[in-house]
Nanobody, 114 residues
């Protein structure tokens, strides 16, 4: 059983910053990323990154969020700057191993006050 363990969520004022971290308990993933789900909305991709460092961002976070990973540490990070109230959501770490499938973290709450 592999776990994706997230940390770094919290409450921040609009314009502030937070850094989310996620570490795999066992193996590394070909693609790692972050999704979020706000109340009453579907879960959506925020950003993902390949093992080689190719990144992909949703339009709503481009220029404000930066995803990165540390392959030896089997970890992925999300630096969130210029946070807005509409960024409020539960953020989930996601991993896709080389053989396919989906692995999810338990989620971490990010709340941005106006």
């Amino acid at each position: 059983q592999v776990e994706l363990v997230e940390s770094g969520g919290g409450l921040v004022q609009a314009g502030g910053s937070l850094r989310l971290s996620c570490a795999s308990s066992r193996f590394g993933f070909s693609i790692m990323g972050w999704y979020r789900q706000a109340p009453g909305k579907q879960r959506e991709l925020v950003a993902d990154i390949t093992r080689g460092g190719v990144t992909n961002y949703s339009e709503s976070v481009k220029g404000r969020f930066t995803i990165s990973r540390d392959n030896p540490k089997k970890s992925v990070y999300l630096q969130m700057n210029g946070l807005k109230p509409e960024d409020t959501a539960v953020y989930y770490c996601h991993g896709i191993p080389s053989w396919g499938g989906d692995y999810w973290g338990q989620g971490t709450q990010v709340t941005v006050s106006s």
